[in-house]
């Protein structure tokens, strides 16, 4: 079955300093990819996603990219800030003949000042 | 409404004793998830309705978990005789249609069993 790999947290950064959070994936065909964020009390929230191979999605200053060849989709921010500071999920659309969709586990990131 | 809306944001109860937590989803949103979500865990997925379709229940842990959604309007979650290893925030989610586009969270219910 489908499946999402996200790497362990927590992430600790200083602020400004350049995100990755890798995300891969296993899945049949090319399904859309979604990174949802949750900020601290909250539920989740979408941040970007990507419908097909080699598409970038981007919002707020994250960016990840759709990469068929090595089933990825790792989230990437130039220079992160305080505010950042949430737990990430990487997640695969629903297939088959299943509704449910599948989430990886969430990675912590910690941004310093 | 203008988002998923989840009540009580909070709620502490007796081990024991029964709870009901309630979700009112984006109008229109034919598609309902329930979620529990343990202290720096990821998210366990709970029941599944669509329409009027009958809910995948799959992800139940026990007999002492059920929900119920009338159409496409509210869904309550009830847990009966609350253990302590229930506390987690639990998280509602809809979406337009089956499968899963872009999915809508509540900010959940935090369920603290004493």
């Known amino acids: 079955g489908d499946s999402v790999t996200q790497m362990e947290g927590p992430v600790t950064l200083s602020e400004e300093a350049f995100l990755t959070i890798n995300c891969t994936y296993t899945a049949t065909g090319y399904p859309s990819l979604f990174w949802y964020v949750q900020y601290p009390g909250e539920g989740l929230q979408l941040l970007l996603k990507a419908t097909k191979a080699d598409d970038k999605g981007s919002n707020k200053g994250f960016e990840a990219t759709y990469r068929k060849e090595t089933t990825s989709f790792h989230l990437e921010k130039g220079s992160v800030q305080v505010s950042d500071s949430a737990v990430y999920f990487c997640a695969l659309p629903a297939s088959g003949g299943s509704y449910i969709p599948t989430f990886g586990r969430g990675t912590s990131l910690i941004v310093h000042p | 409404g203008a988002g998923v809306s989840q009540s009580p944001s909070n709620k502490v109860t007796e081990k024991g004793k029964d709870v009901e937590l309630r979700c009112d989803p984006i109008?229109?949103?034919?598609?309902l998830y329930w979620y529990r979500q343990r202290l720096g865990q990821g998210l366990e997925f709970l029941i599944y309705?669509?329409?009027?379709?009958?809910?995948?229940k799959s992800g139940l842990p026990s007999d002492r978990f059920s929900a119920e959604r009338t159409g496409e309007s509210v869904s309550t979650l009830t847990i009966q005789r609350t253990q302590q290893e229930d506390s987690a925030v639990y998280l509602c989610?809809?979406?337009?249609?089956?499968?899963?586009?872009?999915?809508?969270f509540g900010q959940g219910t935090r369920l603290t069993v004493v």
């Open positions: 309705f669509q329409g009027n379709s009958a809910p995948d």
């Open positions: 989610a809809s979406s337009l249609g089956s499968g899963w586009t872009e999915a809508f």
């Open positions: 109008s229109g949103h034919t598609a």
